[in-house]
């Protein structure tokens, strides 16, 4: 063997030092070298031949082909992502690093430094905030020590001095406790040294504010009731009523009326679904009746242009009684429950109907919360009292035996909407209140929205002819 050949060559084993000192870090960037090893320490100089690196405070020169140049483009993109987080100095160390390779990008010479300018303010923050609370922990000291001043001058009697040195320490500090208990105390004492004549005014200034307030507000009312009264006002609140009303093109609503009859009390509810011009969906449930054997009675009714329907539901049956058991030629044979009614559907021919002169309303009622004077005309409405959300009219109806002779109408300023009907005798007790909640305006129906089909099981029945008889024999109004 030759001389040469029983000695490695003294460059690659400086070489193999140089990696076996790098790979014993355990600090630093991680650098990648040509074998695939990871090691530790920080680039500091790059030239065309050779990279420096710092390992442990050693500066040890490395072959530039024995390390893998990093991706540029992915620690540019590390250190914009830290920009974005705020982490301003994971993204300087980053373009710094770039830099070390190539001392020319542009775009980490501008990213370094703007970070290093946000860096900076970001330290001059935090400084400032330091300043800031080392301030605020001398001003808390200084506050304790002129309350303890202040409790002595409150003990001397020097109220006025010791009130004003609270004052001061709470505009400071609002939520200083022992200033709050101290200024207390103080307030306490002032008060009892003016004494019951000073109270006694404040008591006697209050009362005659409150008097001057009543008197207000009751002057304003009046003046209110008189404005309503005059009928240029009435025909002003008129004319709005029509326009908001005019503007509603859908609505939806729960109405609740409670009739009071010789035969007791009876609640309906109906949910109502209208769209204009025709188009109606409603349902009413029957919630308690003196004359309907069972109470949940349901009936639907619905129109569009050409036809209109009406639905009757009934309730569930009730628990059958146990059978009544008769002697029929010598047996015992119990009597059967009675059969109950099938539900039943009439349809109604609207263009029939107005052939023969009548309406679609004669069918089925529909949009009737938008023509709240419809009952009763407009010649005998009253105003009677306006108030911020409200209008509320008043207005005489035609005596009938057993109806009312008095209609009160809450009406919605916003759509024009009457909200609640009462119905009232002579001696003003209710006979029909009907209330409206849930309303919805302008919600966007649809024409599907209004569909109604019988279901199957149902006796459909043409109530056409029946109702055009009916419209003709009715008395002449």
């Known amino acids: 063997m030759r001389e040469r050949d029983r000695f490695p060559n003294p460059i690659v084993v400086g070489f193999i030092l140089v990696l076996a000192i790098l790979g014993s870090a355990s600090y630093g960037a991680e650098i990648r070298m040509s074998n695939g090893r990871m090691i530790e320490g920080e680039i500091v100089k790059v030239t065309s031949d050779n990279v420096t690196v710092n390992h442990g405070g050693v500066e040890i020169l490395v072959p530039r082909a024995q390390i893998v140049e990093p991706d540029f483009d992915d620690l540019y993109a590390q250190a914009e992502k830290a920009v974005v987080v705020r982490d301003h100095a994971k993204a300087i160390a980053l373009c710094r690093e770039i830099l070390v390779w190539q001392p020319k990008h542009a775009d980490a010479t501008s990213l370094l430094r703007r970070s290093e300018d946000a860096l900076k303010n970001v330290r001059e923050k935090e400084r400032a905030a330091e300043v800031a609370r080392a301030k605020e922990k001398a001003a808390v000291r200084q506050r304790d020590a002129d309350v303890l001043k202040a409790e002595d001058l409150f003990k001397d009697g020097n109220l006025n001095d010791a009130a004003a040195i609270c004052d001061r320490i709470l505009s400071e500090a609002p939520d200083h406790a022992g200033a709050r208990r101290l200024r207390s105390r103080i307030q306490e004492a002032q008060d009892e040294e003016r ?15 409150r008097q001057e307030e009543a008197v207000r507000k009751a002057r304003e009312a009046e003046e209110r009731a008189e404005r309503v009264k005059t009928p240029e006002y009435l025909q002003g609140v008129l004319g709005k009523i029509r326009e908001r009303i005019a503007t509603v093109d859908d609505y939806t609503c729960t109405r609740t009326t409670n009739s009071w009859t010789p035969e007791g009390l009876a609640v309906l509810r109906e949910d109502i679904c209208f769209k204009r011009p025709d188009l109606t969906l409603n349902t009413q449930t029957y919630l308690q009746s003196p004359v309907l054997d069972q109470v949940g009675f349901v009936q639907k009714s619905a129109a569009d242009p050409k036809v209109a329907w009406k639905i009757s539901v009934p309730p569930p049956p009730r628990e059958a009684p146990t059978p009544a058991v008769v002697d029929y030629e010598g047996g015992n044979v119990p009597t059967p429950p009675p059969t109950p009614a099938p539900p039943r559907a009439t349809r109604y021919d609207l263009e029939r109907l ?14 009737d919360l938008l023509r709240p004077f419809d009952l009763c005309g407009t010649s005998t409405l009253q105003l009677v009292l306006e108030t911020e959300t409200d209008w509320v009219l008043t207005a005489q109806l035609p005596e009938a035996p057993g109806s009312p002779v008095l209609l009160r109408l809450t009406i919605n300023q916003t759509c024009g909407i009457p909200v609640r009907m009462e119905g009232l005798d002579a001696s003003g007790n209710p006979m029909i209140v009907a209330e409206v909640s849930s309303l919805r305006v ?28 009916a419209l003709k024999s009715r008395p002449a109004q």
């Open 195 to 209: 004494g019951e004549i000073e109270a006694a005014r404040r008591r006697i200034e209050a009362a005659s504010q």
């Open 354 to 367: 107005r052939k023969e002169g009548f309406s679609a309303q004669d069918a089925v009622p529909s949009g």
């Open 442 to 469: 302008n919600s966007g129906l649809e024409d599907g929205d209004f569909a109604l089909t019988p279901p199957q099981g149902f006796v459909v029945t043409d109530g056409t002819g029946a109702l055009i008889n």
